[in-house]
């Protein structure tokens, strides 16, 4: 009966380190910041794909390069 009453507190003693390890959960981002507006546009193939090689060439996602250049050239 010993060794399994040990067992049933290490397992104890694990799920309490488990419960704190992520007890902050995500930061709420401030609703100025957050991104809740959606914008759909069309390109034809080609453009979507100069797109995706110019996003990929700086490592974004191709929604973020569009944010990004708009940013840039000051329309946003």
Do not use: C, W, Y
């Not at 488990?18 to 809740?36: L, S, T, Y």
């Not at 996003?55 to 990004?68: C, D, H, Q, S, V």
């Amino acid at each position: 009966m010993g060794k399994f009453k040990n067992l049933k507190q290490n397992q104890e003693i694990k799920t309490h380190r488990v419960a704190f390890k992520h007890a902050g959960g995500r930061p709420k981002i401030e609703d100025d910041k957050r991104k809740k507006e959606k914008v759909f546009v069309s390109f034809t193939s080609q453009e979507k794909e100069k797109l995706k090689a110019l996003a990929e060439k700086e490592g974004l996602p191709i929604a973020t390069f569009i944010r990004k250049i708009l940013k840039e050239n000051g329309v946003i």
